[in-house]
């Protein structure tokens, strides 16, 4: 998807450990999601940032760090992981001024 | 918060048939409905999305309906082909296309 890039690709963490899924998008847009997705579950958000300088919980935010580097940027932080976490994160942005949101390819997150 | 409830969860049809994907949600001052298929191993693609001010919408072999009174929107796929199979979201929003509450998916198999 191209605009919304994210890295790494595939990760597999053991419990305890810390880890940065990065996002960048070259769209440059003001507002970035981040959303994690599980079987039967959907996509449901963990925080978002607004604009560069601010960030805001979504509905799943416990376990999560975020840092809005700049209008770029837009990494997610897991300080001490854990198999709940094993899931599949996507990072979105609006394509361009107030439009729907586009996402990247995502980070298939493994915590064992 | 937000609320929506999608159905079915998976849906298998013969090619040159037509697909239902139903959609309920709780919160009436959601007012943008968009649609998203996904492919596997990719992120969501916005497919259709509507607004309250709108009862349908229609895109090609694409139609989605929204009946606010009801407070359920579906989409319709007209004429399938085995490349609409992914899997299917709805989604609501009261505050247009940011912060999006999802449905849980339906898996959309086109057989040949």
């Known amino acids: 998807n191209a605009g919304v890039t994210q890295t790494p690709k595939f990760q597999v963490l053991k419990t305890g450990q810390s880890m940065t899924l990065q996002c960048a998008q070259d769209?440059?847009?003001?507002?970035m999601y981040w959303y994690r997705q599980d079987p039967g579950m959907g996509l449901r958000l963990i925080y978002y940032s607004a604009s560069e300088g601010t960030t805001d919980k979504g509905e799943v935010p416990n376990g999560y760090n975020v840092s809005r580097l700049n209008k770029r940027e837009f990494s997610l932080r897991l300080e001490s992981a854990a198999p709940s976490q094993t899931s599949v994160y996507f990072c979105?942005?609006?394509?361009?001024?107030?439009?729907?949101?586009?996402f990247g390819n995502g980070t298939r997150l493994t915590v064992t | 918060g937000e609320n929506v409830e999608q159905h079915p969860s998976t849906l298998s049809v013969q090619e040159g048939d037509s697909a239902v994907i139903k959609c309920t949600y709780s919160?009436?001052?959601?007012?943008?409905f968009p649609w998203y298929k996904q492919e596997l191993g990719k992120g969501p693609q916005l497919i259709i999305d509507?607004?309250?001010?709108?009862g349908e919408k229609k895109d090609q072999r694409i139609a989605v309906t929204l009946n606010k009174t009801a407070k359920h929107f579906s989409l319709h796929i007209t004429e399938t082909q085995p490349e609409d199979s992914a899997v299917y979201f709805c989604a609501a929003s009261n505050s247009g296309y940011s912060t999006l509450t999802f449905g849980k998916g339906t898996m959309l198999l086109v057989s040949p």
């Open positions: 769209m440059n847009h003001n507002s």
């Open positions: 919160d009436s001052a959601s007012n943008y």
């Open positions: 509507i607004r309250s001010n709108v």
């Open positions: 979105a942005t609006p394509a361009q001024g107030n439009s729907p949101l586009h």
